[in-house]
């Protein structure tokens, strides 16, 4: 045993020892590699090699010994594990040999994780499972371990793909007891309630496309408190005198054909200098109560994720596709707002009223399309022929008037994806943008335009913000500007009104200064949604607030009860900065499943084709340059990859006398964005043909050639 003496000389020698080291705290940044980084909380980032990555996770918070490494570069000694995030994850179940492991699918993570016998669950070999952290690295030489939490299926089952993207970004796809009361009580209210056959129906339906949904037993009455917790309901049949009777007039929906969820119809009528626009638009809030489950709830999703093969909905289906969607020939609560517009296309008036309206039809996009260029006029009768009509001048007035005021936004295609009995890509259809499409984007603009404004007097609601340029690249713009006689613009790029006059002016110019126009929108922030009513430069509107779509969207469904509090003296909620920041790291989520999903079916339906024919070209656009290469998106498909110049170029010529003689030149200019490739210089959106040279199917990325 150590004398007191002894122990307080160990103890000074460990804190001699610790006062010598350069300590710091850091966050871990996983790389493609094996090795890593850490970035520290001072603003260095320190090396870490690969066998000391080996005891962290990407995303650990650490305690690290900075130190200089023999290259002279910083480099982390770990000394303490702080915090760890990383403890559920998804992957491919692996036996080698007698090895049971666990290849996760994270981001920058390139690990296998060992599984102990207890812990496999009886998955086989290449299975997709979801697993959890059991024993972290850092305290057990770099060897951790996991468990297998459930099977999410083989490779060959059906729709495999939807499945395990849901249990990877952990999708919400479950009701919980309380809002299926919720539920089932509005429903009696109403007196629409479910057959009950038809319920076993459509729950046995939703457990086949989730795959693990648990059936929920159906309760025949709620709770007294429960039914308390609903807003009235507020049909024509409830006699509601708060809300505008709009039923006489002749609305109608215009969506995709398979659309369900239709959330606004359109009526308007010839004024004396212009048009009387009214936008319907469903209104959920008023059949469903403040802080009630399904108002929880749908604050929680934040918005309906369209998953390739079936979305995720933000409101119950019975709700989204039923109760509220303003289905033909219907009565339905609506928000409904009356624009007055000029005939030049300027909104000179409009008004919000709560009401009730009937739908009298649905139609498709193509079915209008093709009555309005005159190519089959049958399903339409007389009096919505000339509402469409109508609609057409005003939207093309509309149009013009943004052109020249405001910004129109490029018109990318969009492409379907349609699947097979299998759940796989059997045709890719890019989609037309026709009339119709135009009618309704314009008037949804108008009316979330007016709802910005309507907002941003009153101080309430959720706006749809963008600041135009990165502040980075800032200085990068205005060079760009004065290399292409616009140095006199470069000043006030970071204003609305002077972005707005920068794009103008270069669309004014046309295909001459495409290039330039393309390479300035590359530069710009991404846009966000904010408490507070700041400009949406890409629109070039001044005040923002969607409300069009609140049966799939919360930052609508919020704005609706915003506006009902000044129309109508409604409480709305409030939200905290933190709310925001979870209902915007949500929608974040949502946009990457989806992404990820497409891109797995993407590259098994190329592999497919390129199987078959594989010298077989094809037409697309440049959509990203950097130092490496070209990022390619084929024009028929939608589909994206990548063109590597990290490689040798072909050369017949013999006796090379230089050792990289046969090496491609490349010099990347990133605040132009060129990239030039021996004497050949590529720029954002030419034209090029490529032929695919390799799909792999584990990091579901496409490999392009350039076709001369």
Request: include cysteine; glycine fraction near 6%; charge should be neutral.
């Amino acid at each position: 045993m150590l004398k007191d003496d002894a122990l307080q000389q160990l103890t000074q020698l460990k804190a001699s020892i610790r006062a010598q080291k350069d300590l710091a705290q850091g966050v871990v940044r996983g790389t493609q590699g094996r090795f890593g980084f850490v970035m520290l909380d001072d603003g260095r980032e320190a090396f870490l090699n690969p066998d000391t990555m080996q005891r962290v996770f990407p995303g650990d918070r650490v305690e690290v010994n900075v130190i200089t490494n023999a290259k002279g570069k910083p480099e982390a000694e770990l000394e303490k594990l702080i915090s760890s995030d990383f403890k559920a994850f998804t992957g491919r179940y692996l036996v080698r040999g007698k090895g049971h492991f666990v290849a996760t699918d994270y981001p920058l993570l390139n690990r296998w994780i060992f599984l102990p016998p207890k812990s496999r669950s009886n998955a086989k070999d290449g299975d997709f499972v979801a697993a959890r952290v059991t024993r972290h690295p850092f305290h057990n030489d770099g060897k951790g371990q996991a468990k297998i939490e459930a099977v999410i299926g083989a490779e060959t089952d059906v729709g495999i793909e939807r499945r395990y993207i849901i249990a990877k970004h952990k999708l919400p796809e479950h009701w919980s007891k309380a809002a299926e009361q919720q539920l089932q009580a509005q429903q009696a209210v109403e007196g629409t309630q479910q057959d009950p056959g038809a319920r076993q129906d459509t729950t046995a339906a939703q457990q086949e496309t989730a795959g693990t949904r648990q059936e929920t037993e159906a309760t025949p009455q709620a709770p007294a408190d429960t039914r308390q917790q609903l807003a009235a309901p507020l049909a024509p049949t409830q006699g509601d005198n708060r809300r505008e009777d709009f039923s006489h007039l002749p609305f109608f929906t215009i969506d995709a054909e398979t659309t369900r969820d239709m959330d606004d119809a359109l009526f308007i009528e010839a004024a004396e200098d212009g048009w009387q626009l009214y936008v319907a638009i469903a209104d959920p809030t008023g059949l469903i109560a403040v802080d009630s489950p399904i108002d929880r709830i749908a604050r929680r999703r934040a918005n309906t994720v369209y998953l390739t093969g079936g979305a995720l909905t933000m409101l119950p289906e019975t709700l989204s596709h039923q109760t509220v969607s303003l289905v033909a020939q219907a009565p339905r609560p609506a928000l409904v707002c009356k624009l007055t517009l000029a005939a030049s296309g300027a909104v000179s008036g409009f008004e919000f009223a709560q009401g009730i309206i009937r739908s009298r039809q649905k139609l498709s996009y193509h079915k209008v399309a093709d009555y309005l260029e005159q190519v089959d006029g049958t399903g339409i009768d007389a009096e919505i022929g000339a509402v469409l009509a109508l609609l057409a001048q005003c939207s093309n007035a509309r149009y013009q008037y943004r052109a020249e005021h405001a910004l129109i936004m490029d018109e990318r295609p969009d492409y379907e994806l349609v699947l097979n009995a299998q759940q796989k890509i059997e045709r890719i259809e890019k989609q037309r943008r026709t009339v119709a499409h135009r009618i309704v984007e314009e008037a949804m603009l108008a009316t979330n335009c007016c709802a910005g404004e309507l907002l941003a007097e009153h101080r309430l609601g959720l706006f749809s913000c963008h600041a135009g340029f990165r502040e980075e690249r800032l200085a990068d713009v205005q060079l760009l500007l004065e290399e292409n006689g616009h140095g006199s613009l470069a000043p006030d790029v970071g204003s609305l009104d002077g972005y707005r006059a920068v794009i103008l002016a270069l669309q004014r110019e046309g295909e001459a200064r495409a290039s330039i126009l393309s390479t300035l929108k590359r530069m710009l922030q991404p846009s966000r949604l904010s408490l507070d009513a700041e400009p949406h430069f890409g629109l070039g509107f001044t005040r923002y607030a969607t409300v069009t779509s609140p049966i799939r969207r919360y930052q609508d469904y919020f704005n609706h009860l915003a506006i009902k509090q000044i129309i109508a003296d409604h409480k709305a909620p409030s939200l905290s900065g933190d709310d925001l920041e979870a209902i915007r790291q949500q929608l974040a989520v949502g946009r990457l499943a989806c992404k990820q999903l497409d891109q797995w079916l993407l590259c098994q339906y190329i592999q497919r084709h390129w199987q078959a024919q594989k010298d077989a070209a094809y037409a697309g656009k440049i959509v990203l340059l950097n130092s490496q290469g070209l990022g390619i998106r084929l024009d028929d498909t939608g589909i994206e990859g990548f063109v590597s110049f990290n490689h040798k170029k072909d050369n017949t010529k013999k006796n090379s006398k230089k050792k990289d003689a046969d090496k491609l030149k490349l010099s990347f200019d990133q605040h132009r964005l060129l990239l030039k490739v021996d004497d050949t210089v590529y720029r954002l959106d030419e034209p090029v043909q490529v032929k695919v040279v390799a799909v792999d199917m584990d990091k579901r990325q496409i490999s392009f050639a350039l076709v001369a």
